[in-house]
């Protein structure tokens, strides 16, 4: 059974900063692209960043230069750093990551994190 959880969520002020984490454990064989996304309330959920397993990234416009993805592939651990933080990036996020266990590949989601940008 493999699991992703997320943790490092909470209340945070506007220009404030947090990081989430991400650990996979379970049984499998190796980890390839982890992402994050979120979903705001009453919005559907979008991506935020991914990393390759080689440690490439890509991010949404929008967190270019605020948020930073990396991961320890020892710890099977991604993170999102956020910096700047804004009302706006108030959503339940989500770490998502391709897990192969050595005869295919399977999409697994974490429960997601509440982090809430507020004064």
């Known amino acids: 059974q493999v699991q992703l959880v997320e943790s490092g969520g909470g209340l945070v002020q506007p220009g404030g900063s947090l990081r989430l984490s991400c650990a996979a454990s379970?049984?499998?064989?190796?980890?390839?692209?982890m992402a994050w996304y979120r979903q705001a309330p009453g919005k559907q959920r979008e991506l935020v960043a991914t990393?390759?397993?080689?440690?490439?990234?890509n991010y949404a416009d929008t967190m270019k230069g605020r948020f930073t993805i990396s991961r320890d592939n020892a710890k099977n651990t991604v993170y999102l750093q956020m910096n700047s933080l804004k009302p706006e990036d108030t959503a339940v996020y989500y770490c998502?990551?391709?897990?192969?266990?050595?005869?295919?590949?399977?999409?697994?989601w974490g429960q997601g994190t509440q982090v809430t940008v507020s004064s």
């Open positions: 998502n990551a391709d897990i192969g266990n050595g005869y295919s590949r399977v999409n697994y």
């Open positions: 379970g049984n499998f064989f190796a980890i390839d692209a």
């Open positions: 990393i390759t397993s080689g440690g490439k990234s």
